[in-house]
């Protein structure tokens, strides 16, 4: 390891600190808004010490609270799409780790062409065949076509690992009479556990963080949470304590998530390709 | 690899059918439709159903009506630039952390914030910040002595896409700094202490060692990313819906102003699968050239 003169430290410290206010600095500033009466958002020169206002949250979520039931909207449309991508994607995933196979290189490109396609191409398609079926502004519409993002996603992370369970383990149980049914779940699942959740939680975040699907194929009573902010850009004014109101509340599940999953989020974020 | 019996042959592929069938029939469902739409004229304002048979017409006017070109442009010079600014003052991020001093390992937990931003929050955040009157970037370039357009950033048509690059460099830099970070971890000691035996060091070191190293993850990020940034849509849509006038359109954004807004089926059918055959090109050229051998 290198050592480093006083001098060298200070100039490290120095851009860092940069980098930090740079990168962090505007959510602080944005959640600081949240908080602003509607009257000071807007206060030059920036006031950092501010008697708090509750009344944007309160407007937002409570009273009258029209936001309230996009956050529901938003928990049901997530765990929806990554509950019904986990059994498709572990199958995926269990035979791309554990079987030669021809053509599988093909196919985990495929996936991951899947994952970086212009979602825009498939979405207004959706949005006419969903009005045919009669499914517009359905919650399973919504979850149903997340998972052109979700089953991508979560067979490459799954895969990463159960590539880590070794194989010793599984061969044994099947020497001792196992099936390779019984094997997975007595083998696989237990060992393969902590993949199953962090895999959850990001597919959980993505689909939070999604806009493009819920904008084109909700409707009022189904909004979820992110696109509902949207409208506070109204035709009437902007309004600022409204739009940091919700989204400060739309963001905290993914701050929270990530924080959880700690050493994860360099494998999550890079699909299970970088293990970090 | 297994090979226990016959049936175990024909598993991998049971196995694997679930996800393929339904994902097929989720992109296959919309890419016929657009190809069988692009030859019609259909319009969702007037008809529920398409109107007649239109020929090549629809992808004439696909160029004609709307801003193609420009919106394939702003869209090219998006992610290239983009994608750029990111990677690298992620690796210069990512190099100040591999310092080890006291403090990185909080800092970059706390550094990865703004990727776990959905776009849209981020877009809000920044529009509020570059507010022309009353934002507080504004008031600090003014302050500094730098001039800011009167209309805002976001208002003007060559600051305008820009900014929406600067936004998500904002929110996926991090990204590429703990990623990028990683890799340098995984790179051995063993390694760089015989290429300091050989008298490398410093800018040496960093482009002869330590770069193609980390080729084969700044490959797979610089690819992702690039894409990402290719279909931007939730930041063109809250910061500037495109504007002012088509400056800051992009492919994406182009579709759904068509598809959505002025309810063009035909055109947008047309139009999709122009977008389908050029992403279809990047992805096979990346494939292809960067991904040959696969070290991951």
Redesign the interface.
């Known amino acids: 390891?290198?050592r480093?003169t006083a001098r060298q430290?200070l100039a490290?410290?120095a851009?860092?600190i940069l980098?930090?206010v740079?990168?962090?600095g505007?959510?602080c500033?944005?959640i600081l808004?949240a908080f602003r009466h509607p009257s000071e958002?807007?206060?030059?020169?920036?006031q950092l010490i501010f008697e708090p206002y509750l009344g944007n949250f309160r407007d937002t979520f409570v009273e009258p609270g029209n936001n309230a039931p996009q956050l529901v909207n938003s928990l049901i449309v997530s765990s929806g799409a990554t509950l019904l991508s986990l059994?498709?994607?572990l199958?995926?995933a269990?035979?791309?780790s554990?079987?030669?196979?021809r053509g599988k290189?093909f196919?985990l490109?495929w996936?991951i062409?899947?994952?970086?396609?212009?979602?825009?191409?498939?979405v207004?398609?959706?949005?006419?065949?969903m009005s045919w079926i009669g499914w517009a502004g359905s919650y399973q519409a919504m979850i149903?076509?997340l998972?052109?993002l979700a089953?991508?996603f979560s067979?490459w992370l799954l895969k990463s690992f159960i590539d880590e369970v070794p194989?010793d383990l599984e061969?044994a149980a099947?020497v001792d009479g196992a099936t390779?049914l019984r094997a997975f779940f007595r083998i696989i699942i237990p060992l393969a556990l902590p993949g199953l959740i962090v895999t959850s939680m990001f597919t959980f975040?993505f689909s939070?963080?999604?806009?493009?699907f819920p904008?084109?194929l909700s409707r009022g009573s189904t909004v979820t949470l992110?696109?509902g902010?949207?409208s506070f850009f109204a035709s009437t004014g902007v309004y600022?304590g409204h739009?940091?109101a919700t989204?400060v509340v739309?963001?905290l599940p993914?701050?929270i998530?990530?924080?959880l999953l700690?050493r994860y989020?360099?494998r999550g974020?890079?699909?299970g390709?970088?293990?970090? | 690899m297994l090979n226990r019996s016959t049936v175990n042959k024909r598993l991998p592929y049971i196995l694997l059918a679930p996800s393929v069938i339904i994902l097929l029939a989720l992109i296959l469902y919309p890419l016929g439709f657009a190809l069988r739409n692009s030859f019609w004229f259909w319009n969702l304002q007037t008809s529920p159903m398409p109107l007649y048979h239109s020929g090549w017409d629809n992808f004439r006017m696909v160029f004609l009506v709307t801003p193609f070109n420009e919106a394939l442009k702003n869209t090219l010079l998006l992610a290239g630039l983009g994608t750029f600014a990111q990677f690298w003052l992620g690796m210069g991020i990512a190099l100040l952390l591999h310092t080890h001093l006291r403090g990185m390992g909080m800092m970059r937990a706390v550094l990865i914030m703004p990727t776990t931003l959905a776009p849209v929050v981020a877009g809000f955040l920044f529009r509020y910040l570059l507010e022309p009157k009353g934002g507080i970037l504004p008031w600090l370039l003014n302050g500094l002595g730098i001039p800011v357009p009167p209309q805002g950033f976001l208002g003007n048509a060559g600051t305008a896409l820009f900014s929406i690059g600067l936004v998500d460099t904002w929110q996926w830099t991090p990204f590429f700094a703990i990623v990028l970070y990683a890799g340098l971890l995984s790179i051995s000691e063993e390694i760089k202490e015989a290429a300091q035996v050989d008298g490398a060091s410093g800018w040496r070191m960093f482009s002869s060692v330590t770069l193609p190293l980390l080729r084969p993850i700044a490959a797979f990020l610089v690819m992702i990313r690039f894409m990402q940034l290719f279909n931007s849509f939730d930041l063109v849509y809250v910061l500037t819906n495109g504007g002012p006038g088509t400056a800051s359109r992009t492919l994406s954004f182009n579709l759904y102003r068509e598809g959505l807004v002025n309810y063009n089926i035909g055109l947008t059918a047309a139009m999709t699968w122009l977008v389908v055959i050029i992403v279809s090109i990047i992805i096979n050229l990346y494939l292809f050239f960067v991904f040959r051998k696969r070290e991951w």
């Not at chain 1, 554990?98 to 196979?101: I, K, L």
């Not at chain 1, 062409?113 to 498939?122: D, K, N, R, T």
């Not at chain 1, 939070?208 to 493009?212: E, I, S």
């Open positions: 390891m290198r480093h430290k490290i410290y851009l860092m980098v930090m740079f990168f962090v505007p959510i500033w944005f808004l958002a807007y206060t030059l020169p920036p059994p498709f994607a199958s995926a269990y035979a791309l554990r079987f030669a196979m290189e196919i490109n996936y062409s899947l994952l970086i396609a212009p979602p825009i191409v498939f207004i398609p959706y949005f006419i065949l149903l076509t998972q052109t089953i991508p067979v194989l061969e099947w390779r975040v939070w963080n999604n806009v493009l904008l084109v992110p696109v902010t949207i600022w739009i940091a989204a739309a963001m993914p701050m998530i990530f924080l700690g989020v360099v974020l890079t699909f390709a970088v293990k970090g």
